[in-house]
């Protein structure tokens, strides 16, 4: 184990640096707005009744599904440089159903999204030099569904980082003895799905933004692909600074790296 660091070096400053600033970046509620020209709270009124409900449902479905598909089954290879690109165009070419169907494809739609976005989070992680094998990497990977999550109506302290992980960091540590104890860890654990659970009430709030924004009757299928690309591209960017703070914490220590996360 290393030991860390009193000082960064200038080349991991700036990853830091880097990292914060798109980690902090506004939520896809602002994105969105600023892509069709219509703030995303006044499309609230043109969801269906017990839309929340069904939203849940959709969301907690797809994270399942889609850490089967992806994490559960993906090969190691380490220091591979990520194919952002491959996985903004799949997603891209998925949104058209969205376009199309608008709310009425969405539970077709966002499991197959869901399963693209988190291939490229592992293959981010992957070139960060993160193990897919290890278990931590693995729920590192779906943590990134709960970052980045705030609205325009959040106030900056509910957006940090830090205030995310210290959300999810309860069910991550019952998770961590649960793998010590059992020596297995699978997608049909309990403390899984409890950790799902959290991850899509923070998720929900960003598939809630995109379901609004492809209700707008005038979006069609080639806004559904930029929809999505724009999506994608959200969880991408927090996935390298999620990655990039764990390598540093790697290195240095994570209570140094939040420290200097917090002061930067």
Not at 76 to 101: Q, R, S, W
Not at 213 to 239: E, K, R, Y
Request: charged letters at 20%; aromatic letters at 6%; a neutral charge.
């Amino acid at each position: 184990m290393n030991t860390p660091s009193k000082s960064l070096t200038e080349k991991d400053r700036i990853a830091l640096k880097e990292a914060k600033q798109l980690l902090e970046n506004p939520g896809m509620a602002i994105k969105m707005s600023n892509l069709i020209g219509n703030p995303i709270q006044k499309g609230l009124e043109m969801l269906p009744d017990n839309w929340n409900q069904k939203l849940s449902e959709v969301t907690q479905s797809s994270l399942l599904k889609a850490a089967d598909a992806a994490i559960f089954t993906m090969k190691d290879i380490a220091e591979e440089k990520p194919n952002n690109m491959f996985h903004k165009i799949a997603a891209g070419t998925v949104g058209t159903i969205g376009g199309l169907f608008g709310l009425a494809g969405l539970a077709v739609e966002l499991p197959i999204t869901t399963t693209i976005i988190l291939r490229s989070i592992a293959d981010i992680a992957r070139s960060q030099g993160e193990s897919i094998n290890d278990t931590a990497t693995k729920l590192a990977c779906l943590e990134v569904f709960a970052l980045g999550g705030n609205s325009m109506e959040d106030d900056n302290l509910e957006s940090t980082y830090y205030v995310t992980k210290a959300f999810l960091s309860n069910s991550m540590a019952q998770a961590s003895k649960y793998v010590t104890e059992q020596g297995i860890a699978h997608e049909g654990a309990p403390i899984f799905l409890t950790i799902i659970s959290k991850i899509a009430e923070r998720f929900g709030v960003q598939v809630t933004e995109k379901s609004i924004a492809q209700s707008v009757p005038i979006i069609g299928a080639a806004g559904g692909a930029i929809i999505n690309t724009l999506f994608i591209s959200h969880f991408q960017d927090m996935a390298k600074g999620h990655f990039t703070i764990r390598k540093l914490e790697r290195t240095y220590g994570s209570e140094f790296i939040k420290s200097m996360y917090l002061s930067a």
